[in-house]
């Protein structure tokens, strides 16, 4: 009975939500949603007058507030004013459109039409679309005149915002292809030997074998800093290798024992005379036999290790010279590690652990070379500069 009540009770707060729910939102504030729901529910019944009365508030409340804020927008005079009154001027034309079909609409508990006026916009919509496409025009050229990659970009957006006014509008094009040249910018990426030593002629080709174009966005573009390209660089990535450090081979030797109790058969369970018991059902009963196996285990370890050390250093051109100064700077430290083990059995093998018998059956290798332990590290450093592109894609937006 509790749950039935429940339930009952449930769909009625629904029923009575759904009844008041354009008043709701008139209540909140929201008149635009208010007014949409009104007259959805108006085109279902149009003799809705507790609708017809929320859309008479809220249309009203809202024509006053958008006109009053028009009114003070002209008054104040700043030129970028046009903006707003051109987007009020629209939402007073669609508010209008919406419910013109509708008009006129009868309320029958008061008796009358709803107080619902209309005007005509066109002329205001016409011109201040017109100046707030002047507006953003003009201030894009001024900010143009700077001559810097930041104010470059805020004008490409303050062009391109021209487009929802016009399709096409004075030389809006050229002057966003104008921007987009000079806000870019060129990000070159070029590896450093900072060693006393030298690499093998495939080492930096094996780093730097990656597509640079991959990591361009709108304002930045990458590329290999080349002697034959005379490119003029904002920012440049140098992958900086600074120290490699390979240990000596080593060969270590181990012989340890292993020992494991395990089933091997059964046997009879005799009494004291020496007859085989029997069980309840009158069958031999029958005892597990364990023994305990041995084996020596003879292990070798081949191992050789080094590290390589460096560092991913972002600098940036001093006001557009050839002099860079460094903004930040990645440390890395790379282990590389070569080992093998490997394992002979004598004995009993069902002594061994699991992990040991993984290692009977191995063989000896031969060790790596340095250089071959060097190479094998260019995966390392590739993957390394693409997390340091990725992840520092701001330090280069400047």
Not at 4 to 9: A, D, H, I, M
Not at 57 to 65: G, I, L
Not at 355 to 360: E, T
């Amino acid at each position: 009975m509790k749950k039935y009540l429940y339930f009952s009770l449930l769909s009625i707060v629904i029923f009575l939500n759904a009844c008041a729910f354009s008043k709701y939102y008139y209540n909140e504030g929201d008149y635009e949603t208010a007014i949409g729901v009104a007259v959805s529910k108006l085109k279902n019944n149009s003799k809705n007058w507790r609708e017809a009365l929320v859309l008479e508030k809220a249309y009203n409340e809202a024509f006053s507030k958008d006109i009053a804020r028009i009114e003070f927008l002209k008054k104040e005079g700043n030129p970028d004013c046009w903006i707003e009154i051109y987007e009020l001027y629209g939402a007073i034309n669609k508010r209008q459109n919406l419910v013109k079909p509708l008009l006129p609409i009868f309320i029958k508990k008061e008796y009358r039409n709803a107080d619902i006026k209309t005007i005509n916009v066109d002329e205001e919509l016409i011109e201040s679309k017109r100046k707030a496409a002047e507006y953003l025009y003009n201030h894009a050229l001024k900010l143009m005149s700077h001559n810097n990659k930041l104010d470059y970009r805020k004008a490409y957006q303050e062009l391109d915002e021209i487009k929802h006014y016009y399709n096409s509008y004075k030389d809006v094009a050229v002057l966003m292809q104008n921007c987009l040249d000079k806000g870019q910018s060129f990000v070159g990426i070029q590896f450093k030997n900072s060693w006393n030593s030298t690499f093998p002629k495939e080492f930096e080709k094996n780093i730097l074998d990656i597509i640079p174009a991959d990591f361009n966005s709108q304002w930045v573009k990458y590329s290999f800093i080349k002697d034959s390209i005379k490119l003029k660089y904002d920012y440049k990535i140098l992958l900086d290798v600074q120290n490699v450090n390979i240990s000596p081979e080593q060969l270590r030797e181990t012989e340890f024992p292993e020992e494991k109790t395990i089933e091997d058969g059964w046997y009879y369970a005799l009494d004291s005379r020496g007859n085989v018991k029997k069980d309840s059902l009158g069958n031999d009963i029958k005892l597990k036999k364990y023994i305990t196996v041995r084996c020596i285990v003879k292990e070798t370890i081949q191992n050789k290790q080094g590290s390589i050390q460096g560092n991913i250093t972002y600098l940036k051109s001093s006001d557009n010279s050839s002099i860079f100064q460094t903004i930040k700077s990645i440390p890395y430290n790379e282990n590389l590690i070569f080992t093998n083990i490997y394992a002979i059995a004598q004995g009993d093998q069902r002594a061994l652990s699991e992990v040991n018998r993984k290692k009977i059956g191995g063989r000896p290798v031969p060790f790596p070379t340095n250089i071959q332990m060097v190479m094998d590290a260019t995966n390392l450093l590739k993957a390394r500069l693409i997390e340091a592109i990725r992840g520092n894609q701001h330090v280069v937006m400047n």
